[in-house]
């Protein structure tokens, strides 16, 4: 699922509960691939990161939004009842990344996206995870 822009209520600005559902779902996703490591991953270096984006045909995303989306997703974030688990899921904010790349497939029955994450000059190598997208979304 691309990124969506926040919406507003009054000063007040909100991110859309799908988008927050779907940024959810894959900070999870990578919170366990994190955990399948046998090293500890840095929360403070810097990142690489590869998205191959599986569409349906004539519904993706704009370019952008397909890597912003992983990108916020695995920040750090305050506690709360929809993601009660570690404030740094991959990095602590998404300006570490310092490398980015999206590539699309069309064509795709059951859209998905693979996000592979590098440490950059790191010692570790990566982690790799897979996240659905939701029904009827790009």
């Known amino acids: 699922m691309p990124w969506q822009r926040a919406g507003r209520r009054g000063a007040r600005t909100y991110t859309p509960t799908q988008?927050?559902?779907?940024?959810?779902?894959?900070?999870?996703?990578?919170?366990?691939?994190?955990?399948?490591?046998?090293?500890?991953?840095?929360?403070?270096?810097?990142?690489?990161?590869?998205?191959?984006?599986?569409?349906?045909?004539?519904?993706?995303?704009?370019?952008?939004?397909?890597?912003?989306?992983?990108?916020?997703?695995?920040?750090?974030?305050?506690?709360?009842?929809?993601?009660?688990?570690?404030?740094?899921?991959?990095w602590k904010n998404d300006h570490q990344i310092v490398d980015g790349r999206v590539r699309v497939y069309e064509g795709c029955e059951q859209p998905f996206a693979r996000i592979h994450v590098a440490v950059v000059d790191g010692p570790l190598d990566a982690v790799t995870f897979a996240a659905p997208q939701r029904k009827g979304t790009p």
């Open 19 to 90: 988008l927050a559902r779907y940024e959810t779902l894959v900070a999870w996703k990578a919170l366990a691939a994190r955990q399948q490591l046998s090293v500890p991953w840095p929360l403070d270096a810097k990142y690489a990161i590869l998205v191959d984006a599986y569409c349906a045909d004539g519904r993706r995303g704009d370019f952008d939004n397909l890597l912003k989306t992983p990108g916020d997703a695995c920040q750090a974030r305050r506690r709360s009842k929809r993601f009660p688990g570690a404030p740094g899921v991959l």
